[in-house]
């Protein structure tokens, strides 16, 4: 009877060992956190996929292809066509997510989740970003809010209605940014700058208009307060005018008055150093000094 080889029984044991150790080892499967997995077994994808978390046991065959269900964004550049026949470069932004009960058809159909996006996502969304830009009449029209708005919409939910049923779920669809042809973005600039010279100049008109209203105020303010003084004077004058007029009637009628003035000019007369010998005519009711009598003129008067 033949020994048996000790190293082939090693051997045979060692293989039996790391056999059971695989098995052992892919007898369950973990899927990361927001993942989802697909099981393949002999080429066949497993109708059903593998949400987030440790299963077991597994067929330890399988063969595992694992798809992130998380949300995400994809940006696409895309020159857009006006009803003007002018391109306007349009970025925008699609939020997405693979519909994890979905994977298995993914799978299927695209391989992969990326495949999924670059297949359906993509050639779906630039045809209606061109289908949608010939709605609008002008280039400058995509700078309108409103333009904005109906694009977002009519894009999300064109995109929501056909990659529904290929496993993308599309959540909303954003314009990041917008470039006009540069000729209309150069004439747009010579616009506001005009806008901003017409500014200017209302503004200027309206300084000088402000302050030509100051100094017809002022001058306004002027004429009354000239008017008040010419009046306050005219008023002055009249009473003036009449204290003499009633004292001329009071001294006409009141020789003692008169006398008492004319002794009041001579007594401003006496004070006056070039006045030196007076002679007065004493029976005249009125004594008033008679100058000068020395004066040759005088006396051949």
Partial sequence: MAQANPYKSLVVTTVSVLAVVTILINIYKTVPVGHVGVATLF??????????????????????TMFDA????HLETANVP???QLQTKLEVSVQYRIDGQ????????????????RVHLIPKLRSLLREQGKSVRRAEDFFLESTQETLQTAITNGLRDDLEQQGIIVSEV????????????????AKKEREQAVEQ?????????????QEVARAQAGREAAEEEAARKMILADAQAYEINQINNAASNNPAYIQLQSLEALKAISKDPASKIYFMDGSSPSPL?????????ALSR
């Fill in 43 to 64: 080429g066949k994808a497993q109708a059903a996929g593998y949400p987030e978390g440790l299963h077991i046991p597994v067929n330890p065959l399988y063969k595992w």
């Fill in 70 to 73: 998380r949300k995400k964004t």
């Fill in 82 to 84: 006006s009803q003007d």
């Fill in 102 to 117: 979905m994977a298995s058809k993914i799978l299927v159909a695209t391989g992969t989740a990326e495949a999924a996006v």
């Fill in 174 to 189: 954003l314009i990041r940014d917008i470039a006009l042809p540069p000729f209309i973005v150069l004439a747009i600039e």
């Fill in 201 to 213: 100049e209302k503004a200027e008109l309206e300084r000088v208009r402000t302050e030509l209203q």
């Fill in 289 to 297: 000094p008679l100058m000068h009598l020395g004066d040759p003129a």
